[in-house]
């Protein structure tokens, strides 16, 4: 069976493409963007009260552009969702996290981080990785939690599947359909993150990587 993440992975590779792209630091011209410095440029401490305006900036801009789920260090949600991270590393404490619901919401947080400054985001969806990749100390954390469903299209034989879900529920969800995909073999794996890698499954040998059963992906590009 072929599977389709069309709904919502938008984030996927567009996403990470766009924290890629973000233009190499150079502290003097952008120092608002809280950049870490090099350690060649660590006597540059005086831009730090800049950052720190930003830290405020970049957070209340994703509000005022309209996303309303919009974690901050501090409350409980923000706590809870730090802790669901699979690796203690990926632990970290970013600005604030903002979870979309929609592509649209994932584009709107694209865009409206990167249209002023430089500043870095994180991109996470399982939350799975063992390496802290899905998570920023100095940035925003656009977290895909929320993007979590799966829906099966019998005529077609193709699941839906939005990119913050895990592979626990994407198998619970196809199960009453007599029906599965080659996802991860530990139910708590994301998708997003498992067929950016690829995706070995326990169908490899007879279906090759995961991501090669893919019908479609729903991407936002860098620019939003
Ligand atoms: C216990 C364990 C079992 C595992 N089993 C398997 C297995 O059976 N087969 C296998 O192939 N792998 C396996 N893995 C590896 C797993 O596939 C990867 O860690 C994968 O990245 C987890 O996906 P995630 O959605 O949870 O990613 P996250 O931790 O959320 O993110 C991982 C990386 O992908 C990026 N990313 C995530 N979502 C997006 C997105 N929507 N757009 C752009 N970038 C994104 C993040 O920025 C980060 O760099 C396992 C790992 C562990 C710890």
Redesign the pocket.
């Known amino acids: 069976m072929k599977f389709s993440r069309s709904s919502t992975?938008a984030?996927?590779?567009a996403?990470?493409a766009a924290a890629l792209a973000s233009p190499a630091p150079d502290l003097p011209n952008n120092a608002g963007g809280c950049v870490s410095p090099p350690a060649s440029h660590l006597f540059a401490a005086k831009f730090l009260p800049i950052c720190a305006a930003d830290i405020l900036d970049k957070c209340i801009a994703l509000e005022k552009a309209g996303l309303a789920n919009i974690l901050t260090p501090g409350s409980e949600d923000y706590e809870a969702r730090t802790k669901t991270y699979?690796s203690i590393t990926s632990q970290l404490m970013p600005w604030c996290i903002v979870q979309p619901r929609t592509a649209e919401e994932v584009a709107l947080a694209v865009t409206t981080l990167v249209k002023e400054t430089s500043c870095e985001f994180?991109?996470?969806?399982?939350?799975?990785?063992?390496w802290p990749?899905?998570n920023i100390e100095d940035g925003v954390t656009i977290d895909?939690g929320l993007m979590d469903g799966t829906v099966y299209d019998a005529e077609k034989k193709v699941a839906r599947i939005s990119?913050g879900s895990r592979w626990g529920g994407v198998y619970g969800a196809l199960e009453p359909h007599g029906m599965t995909v080659p996802g991860?073999?530990?139910s708590t794996?994301?998708?997003?993150?498992?067929l950016?890698?690829?995706?070995?499954?326990f169908y490899s040998a007879r279906k090759g990587f995961a991501c090669d059963n893919v019908v479609n992906f729903e991407v936002v590009l860098a620019n939003g």
């Open positions: 992975p984030a996927a590779l996403v990470a699979w994180a991109v996470r969806s399982g939350g799975h990785f063992i990749a899905n895909l990119p991860g073999r530990a794996v994301g998708v997003a993150g498992f950016n890698g690829g995706g070995n499954s």
